[in-house]
């Protein structure tokens, strides 16, 4: 595509306002001049609650390595919405997410999505990845926590002859257990891969209060490399163990769900931060998100003043915010908000 | 990375206040923001005297319900519908200018392929970029079809359009001495504007921005007058006038020079040309027959600063309703249009979706007929008809 681009150019200048992108976005919808898209080409159910979703993505997607994250988008009642979401696959095939059904957007990729539906992506991201250099592993996941894990083994048990796993995999039961069937099969094939399972539903959870629990599967977990993912109470047990025998956390990498909405309340106000400008503002809750900032002394963009031009719009980073016509509380990181009809409910970021 | 993280790249610069009209008093009122529930002009234009505050907030109130009620039911059919019509146009685009490059020279091809040019061109223009350009179309969170991210098929820049028209235009239709588009700073178009005698060029005047529209819109979005008297700054000026040498340009190399000159391998190059001059000229006709039709037929009023002074959000509503006529037609006469056909229910609410103006007009009607408030309509003729009798009827004091 870069050898072309001279040529797209020139085609461009017989089209314009268009770019060669949007012509062949007519036969092919993952071109687009703005926005990363795949085309979902498989949809494989996993369990009850989860499916994965495979999709070939369009230019511009770089492969990504076992254990990343990337932001999807997806088109609700016609809105589009955004969540990350860990890539199951391995490097090399086509990318995939594996998703739990909890909240809408999960909810409409687990039960809506069918192949040919087109999904919107961010580049793929995060630290969470495989050590530079070969050594033996710990993994302890919890829930769908195995997701950006089973990207790593994928990656590496069958192709590693000397690799070094040991998984443990905590899950509230057998069928709610992602990959359940895939890890055993290759547990059983490939001595490199070592599986502990563990049901919460049926037994006890796993015990990191102590490391005795931890000794007693895995003797050598304190030198292993180790990686830890699930919900927040599970990582921050895992880290205090780690800390509390000494290994020190350093020798652990860690990825937390994390949930970015922060629930906007009508008529609170709260604290205003203009990123780009770095200045806070204490907001009520009736004052225009324009009138703060012009009080502040930033440089906000402006137009009607009244709701109706448009040309005030600016990126939400966080928070939500109250629409002062209608009373309606919205906002979703990266939306762009009119500021002159806005309020803030609760504390809101702006890219200002 | 954010879902429209290519707009977040490059915001646009603020754009400084040019049209503060407001006089110095307390600091809240310098920025008129948010128009009040309660309250009422200093003067109410006289075909709504007879109304008082309260059957206007109950106006206001009916209005608002209208909106409501499609922002609830807006969702995934008018998604589908905005990106069929943008296939459509994309089609259309290729098909036309393909054709006249490849088979210019036959009479028959030319012909369809002029026509699917021009109809490239108006759809692009009216029901695609107009609105888009409103922000019609932003709730769906796409930077493809979004008002910040759009580049039209028109000379004038996306982005001082929308100043001279979303702010300024739709802010004070029609109020004399705010609302420029009473005339465009050309044509006397109100008995309330002054006369000299350089009015008596109107219809002159009229007759040369028809058929070069889109250019009489880029001259008049630079906004020349407010430069040279001071009140725009130099650096605005220039930035709009090197934006509108960039998309001025890219019209006139895409349609009078690459177009003929990919047509010289087939040798249709001027058959291509004079195929693109015709689209062009088509839709310019077109698109200033439209416009004219939006404000200016006979029963349209014009307001003065005494009827917005203290205007609360009903009469905001009702100046709309009163400076604003609609064209009555089929749907492919709406779709045409843009549904700006529609002109009454679009200033009403410029960032309702256009698809829906067409269900909520009858609504808006029987409203208007409740409250004893004139609904202009008429068809296609009668309205441009009286458009042009009023550009001849203002040549003279």
């Not at chain 1, 793929?124 to 996941?141: D, K, V, Y």
Request: hydrophobic share 40%.
């Amino acid at each position: 595509m870069k050898r072309l681009r001279p040529l797209a150019q020139a085609a461009s200048i017989a089209i314009h306002p268009l770019g060669v992108e949007e012509l062949f976005g007519l036969f092919d919808p993952v071109f687009s001049r703005r926005q990363l898209r795949g085309v979902v080409t498989e949809v494989v159910r996993e369990t009850p609650q989860s499916a994965t979703i495979y999709f070939r993505p369009g230019y511009g997607w770089r492969t990504h390595k076992a254990g990343q994250w990337a932001r999807i988008g997806v088109e609700i009642n016609g809105v589009r919405h955004w969540r990350s979401y860990s890539i199951s696959s391995a490097p090399g095939q086509h990318p995939s997410v594996t998703v739990t059904d909890i909240g809408e957007v999960s909810s409409t990729l687990v039960h809506n999505t069918r192949v040919g539906d087109v999904l919107f992506l961010a580049p793929a991201q995060g630290e969470f990845t495989l050590p530079e250099e070969a050594r033996p592993l710990l993994m302890m996941t919890a829930g769908s926590g195995i997701t950006p894990v089973m990207s790593m083994i994928r990656t590496l048990i069958p192709h590693q002859k000397t690799a070094d796993v040991v998984l443990i995999h905590s899950a509230r039961t057998e069928e709610d257990s992602l990959f359940v069937d895939e890890l055993r099969a290759l547990s059983a094939k490939f001595p490199g891969l070592r599986l502990i399972e563990n049901f919460t539903g049926v037994g006890e959870r796993f015990d990191m209060s102590t490391p005795a629990q931890l000794d007693a599967v895995c003797p050598d977990w304190r030198t292993r490399a180790a990686y830890v993912c699930g919900p927040e109470g599970f990582v921050s047990d895992a880290e205090a163990l780690w800390t509390r025998s000494g290994t020190g956390a350093a020798g652990l990498t860690i990825e937390r769900f994390h949930t970015e909405l922060n629930a906007g309340e009508p008529g609170a106000g709260g604290l205003v931060t203009f990123e780009l400008s770095d200045k806070e503002v204490e907001a009520d809750g009736e004052s225009t998100l324009l009138e703060i900032g012009e009080d502040a002394g930033i440089l906000m963009p402006s137009g009607c003043r009244m709701g109706i031009c448009h040309s005030c719009l600016t990126p939400l980073r966080a928070g939500q915010v109250r629409d002062l016509r209608t009373g309606e509380v919205h906002g979703e990181p990266g939306e762009l908000i009119q500021t002159c009809v806005s309020a803030a409910a609760g504390s809101v970021n702006l890219g200002l | 990375m954010n879902p429209l993280a290519t707009l977040q790249k490059k915001p646009t610069p603020p754009r400084i206040d040019t049209t503060s009209h407001a006089p110095q008093r307390d600091k809240r009122e310098v920025r008129p923001g948010l128009l009040a529930d309660k309250g009422s002009p200093a003067v109410r234009p006289p075909a709504a005297a007879h109304l008082s505050d309260e059957q206007v907030a109950e106006l206001c109130k009916e209005l608002d319900t209208i909106k409501s009620d499609i922002l609830k039911r807006r969702g995934t059919e008018d998604a589908k519908y905005i990106r069929r019509v943008i296939r459509l146009q994309r089609y259309l685009e290729i098909l036309g200018r393909g054709a006249l490059i490849l088979d210019g020279k036959n009479k028959a091809v030319w012909v369809a392929a002029t026509a699917a040019l021009a109809s490239a061109k108006i759809i692009e223009n009216m029901e695609i970029g107009h609105n888009v350009l409103h922000g019609q179309w932003d709730w769906m969170r796409d930077p493809d079809i979004h008002s910040t991210t759009w580049q039209w098929d028109f000379a004038t820049p996306a982005r001082s359009w929308q100043h001279t028209h979303n702010d300024l235009h739709h802010r004070w239709t029609n109020v004399l001495g705010k609302d420029k588009d009473v005339g465009f700073n050309l044509l006397r178009m109100d008995p309330a504007q002054e006369w000299t005698p350089v009015n008596l060029l109107n219809p002159v005047f009229n007759m040369v921005l028809a058929p070069f529209f889109e250019w009489g819109i880029a001259i008049y979005d630079l906004e020349i007058d407010l430069y040279l008297d001071g009140t725009k700054p130099k650096e605005v000026f220039m930035d709009d006038l090197k934006a509108f040498a960039k998309s001025g340009g890219s019209q006139i190399m895409k349609d009078f020079v690459v177009t003929p000159g990919l047509a010289l391998a087939t040798g249709a190059h001027k058959e291509a040309f004079l195929g693109t001059a015709a689209a062009n000229l088509i839709r310019n006709l077109w698109a200033h027959s439209v416009i004219f039709c939006g404000h200016f037929p006979d029963g349209t009023e014009t307001f003065t600063d005494e009827m917005v002074d203290g205007e609360a959000r009903g009469d905001w509503y009702i100046r709309q309703m009163l400076g604003s006529s609609n064209i009555s037609g089929s749907k492919f006469l709406h779709f045409m249009t843009g549904n700006l056909s529609h002109q009454v229910e679009h200033h009403l609410f410029p960032d309702l979706p256009s698809s829906r103006y067409g269900e909520i007009a009858p609504k808006v009607q029987e409203i208007c007929e409740r409250y004893g408030l004139p609904y202009n309509t008429g068809p296609l003729y009668k309205q441009v008809g009286s458009a042009w009798g009023k550009v001849f009827r203002l040549a003279l004091p």
